[in-house]
């Protein structure tokens, strides 16, 4: 009784500090190279040589960028930076009311166009070993196939982290977002840009034990000033999502939700088809063993549609908590360093 007693006192006592107001995210050092709108490309030197090509980090719209460079030792950038990978990350920003009648082809295409073309100039500044690899995470993955669909030259290899490729193997949520029982139309019409705190509501009443999961642990670990640091970061973060431009998101729910056009095909942009079978180069699908936002199949299929060749992992975790383990950073270096 007096250990429960004391672990009540000592979260009680840790809550009252304000950790979540107070996580210090995203503190590895970097440059703005290019602005666009509320965009930007974020420039993070590596602390050694450089030992391989650049790489461009496509994060989702819907979140800061920060839970890939979450706390030190918990961020992906700064692994990959002591491992002498140069990264280039985009940062979407937060879209405005004047932002919900843009659609996906001016992220996916033309700004992702953009972006490409300004690291491949800033890279060649700074004599870095020639080309370009990517790197999508969830959305932002699904964003960058699109991308490289339309345009195929412009990376040598191409990774993705708990990427939805097959949308209708996305369990719960598939079912969720279905022509039938998903009002898309109505809440673009209605809405604009889709609300941030709504999409925080559906994620959260996927797997609601989640809630119950998060307040135990922190319980559980209430003299681990550690695992609080790193709870009050994620806290933080997830706490932290970007409004979806409107336009974007019924082209997005509509195409990959409702047709599954990364697989069954038809998606358009322009007159350009959206097929992953026209890019070549050597991919590799990351998938998290306890996604349940995207379950592995859903991202492995990229090897049934890919051009070119595909290796899959699965690793323990789930759709977030990946990101700051050290598995994902190390799998992504021995990947780029092959």
């Known amino acids: 009784m007096l250990e429960v007693l004391h672990r009540n006192a000592a979260v009680a006592s840790f809550l009252k500090s304000d950790p979540i ?19 930007a490309v974020r420039w993070f030197h590596p602390s050694v040589p450089a030992t ?41 920003g937060r879209p405005g009311k004047e932002d919900a009648a843009r659609p996906l082809s001016d ?7 953009r972006v490409f073309d300004r690291v491949r100039r800033h890279a060649a500044s700074q ?20 991308h490289l669909a339309l345009h195929p030259e412009q990376v040598g290899r191409a990774a993705f982290v708990c990427t939805p490729i097959d949308f209708h193997q996305s369990g719960r949520l598939a079912t969720w977002a279905s022509p039938s029982d998903f009002p898309l139309d109505a809440i673009v019409d209605n809405l604009g840009n889709y609300p941030a705190d709504m999409m925080r509501s559906s994620f959260r009443w996927l797997r609601p034990s989640g809630v119950t999961r998060k307040w135990v642990s922190l319980w559980e670990h209430a003299e681990d000033p550690a695992f609080q640091q790193l709870w009050a970061a994620l806290e933080q973060w997830n706490d932290d999502n970007v ?3 409107g336009e974007t998101y019924r082209e997005y729910v509509r ?16 007159n350009r088809p959206v097929s992953l079978a026209n890019v070549k180069v050597p991919a590799l699908s990351v998938a998290a063993a306890q996604d349940h936002i995207v ?12 051009g070119g060749p595909v290796e899959t992992v699965t690793i323990n975790g789930g759709h977030v ?18």
């Open 21 to 39: 107001g107070s996580a210090r995210t995203g503190a590895t050092p970097n440059t703005v190279i290019h602005r666009q709108g509320k965009s």
């Open 52 to 92: 391989a090509a650049p790489v461009v980090i496509v994060m989702p719209l819907i979140n800061t960028w920060t839970v890939w460079d979450l706390l030190p030792g918990r961020s992906v950038v700064e692994r990959l930076l002591e491992a002498g990978v140069p990264v280039y990350l985009v940062d979407w």
């Open 107 to 113: 992220y996916a295409d033309v700004l992702l166009g």
């Open 127 to 146: 004599a870095y070993p020639q080309g370009l690899d990517a790197i999508g995470y969830c959305v932002g993955g699904t964003f960058l196939a699109v």
């Open 243 to 245: 409004d979806f431009p």
């Open 255 to 270: 195409r990959c939700y409702f047709d599954n056009a990364l697989v069954a095909g038809g998606w358009q942009v322009g």
């Open 295 to 306: 379950p592995p199949p859903a991202a492995h299929a990229l090897a049934s549609c890919w």
């Open 321 to 338: 908590g990946v990101s700051v383990g050290r598995k994902l950073p190390a799998t992504l270096i021995a990947w780029l360093r092959a």
